[in-house]
């Protein structure tokens, strides 16, 4: 096979070609990794989607083994054994964890081999990968546009054709929204099915890993080698079943919900169109769609998690003191504190950017004395009517489905200066994980922003989001393919 | 809104040191997403439940077996400062 014959194959299609024996599992991760190196580093236009790229291929892959040694892209947040974990930020540069996380381990012990990790927004704090610590990530569609974030590392690593299949993680939109930004898919799975052992945490209550690959096959193969309890996180249950690889090719029977907020929300004129045209497509394959499903709190959902997300931040982040790992920094003559304490305050003064010491102070706040009640408290009552919504309007529906993101990628710089119109790209992701549910993004069309139309003016990639009740995966997963089958999206243009 | 004393308060109880750029720019960040977040304040909430977590967690506890644990070696690789039998850090009465 020829490198872009190669390079054509899904992660799934190649690992099927390696246990046919069409080709070897080194002559993809060559490919790869020649890819990644020429395209994936900051320096030469480079995306800068890669922080670490492999040296070589491990001894022996093995071809009969469920993933027949593909090579994946791994957020920077999972801590892999020997080889930097530094969750894009300068408190963690060069660390190198003692072990591996459970997610990377089921995946190598399914046979994949890890080809690289990927820069994201530090601490998984941001929604344009542009809160990284080494540098921004660039959209493969238009490099002057972001990737979304904070899995952008790896969501412009697949789209770029630099990885086979990759995976991140999820609190509040981190999978989806830079897969929809990026023309790829992402799975966000129910809280609890894939371990958070050795994801350097963020928001534990919310976190959750998950698959970003080219198609909803890949995604399913992914997550099925992901899943599963683990004695090292007690909130891991794993799925129910098994997860099974989709094949439904319509959706008859199947009832889509429009939360009638949409409406009101603000959204591109090209987004809602490539929405509406999904909506109408999916009413030919047989679906009914009901455009007046209520999540009365949805609205509210945004200042719940940006009260939420930062608290339990707050305290997960206590852990970076220059004590154990990563940076230090002794206090200066004349700081107020000096010794241990000088030392704690200077290194997390040097450690952490910008928009993560933001969300540790927006967190501290939102838990100290006075104002505990008024926010963290009335936040987890937020969270629970937002649960509840759901859980009605999934009496009258089986899936609800909105855009993934109120408009296309941006511009690299647009919303830096401003924190809450950065915060409102995670308008249509953050009601699920608040209520733990699984949630999909598949790739719907192009659209141009309200802003021009980018490059070439063929427009940009539009998400399709569609969440379900939690555990219901597989089911998702099918009507995520049917619609994916229909659409026929060319993620292929955008490949370097 | 927040003032700048609340600032550095807030600073203090998270252990950071914030220079004078960062305690203006705190100031105004934090005040505008909190005026955004204090649309929850005009919801009735007083009989609504909490949740802290979506999963009803019952204590886990696993098997009593004796299992290895990292090595100490291997504990102390990435610490800035270690001693044969500890991490090292500053006095606390410096």
Known sequence: MTGRELLALSGADGVAAVQAGEVTAADLFDLYRA??????????????????????????????????????????????????????????????????????????????????????????????????????????????????????????????????????????????????????????????????????????????????????????????????????DATSVGLPEAVVLPSRLELSGIRLGVPTEIAGAQIEAGVLGAFNDTLARAQQLGATIDHEIELPHARHALAAYYVLAPAEASSNLARFDGVRYGHRVEAHDGDDEQGLVGMYMRTRHDGFGAEVKRRIMLGTYALSSGYYDAYYGRAQRVRTLIAEDFKRAFEHVDFIVTPTSAEVAFELGAKTADPWSMYLNDYFTVPMPLAGLPAISIPCGLAGSDRGLGPGGAGLPVGFQIAGPAFSENKLLEVAYALEQSIGFDGARAWL | MIDRNQVLHVARLARLILDEQEIVAMQRDLGSVLDHIETIGELALDDVVPTAHVIELTAALRADEPVDSLSRQATFAGAPAVSDDGFIVPSPQA
């Open chain 1, 35 to 232: 890819r990644a190196l020429d395209h994936g580093g900051g320096a030469d236009g480079g995306l800068n989607c890669f922080s670490w790229i492999a040296d070589d291929l491990p001894p022996e892959p093995d071809a009969a083994s469920p993933l027949a040694g593909s090579p994946v892209a791994v957020k920077d947040l999972f801590c892999t054994e020997g080889v930097p974990s530094q969750a894009g930020s300068r408190m963690l540069e060069g660390y190198r964890p003692p072990y591996t996380a459970t997610a990377v381990a089921r995946l190598q012990a399914a046979g994949a081999t890890l080809l690289g990790k990927t820069n994201q927004d530090e601490f998984a704090m941001g929604s344009s990968n542009e809160h990284c610590a080494f540098g921004v990530v660039r959209n493969p569609w238009d490099p002057a546009r972001v990737p979304g974030g904070s899995s952008g590392g790896s969501a412009a690593a697949v789209a770029a054709g630099l990885a086979p299949w990759a995976i991140g993680t999820d609190t509040g939109g981190s999978i989806r929204q830079p897969a929809a930004l990026c023309g790829i898919v992402g799975l966000k799975p129910t809280y609890g099915a894939i371990s958070r052992y050795g994801m350097i945490a963020f928001a534990s209550s919310l976190d959750q890993a998950g698959p970003l690959t080219r198609d909803v096959t890949d995604a399913a193969l992914l997550l099925a080698h992901m899943v599963g309890s683990d004695s090292a």
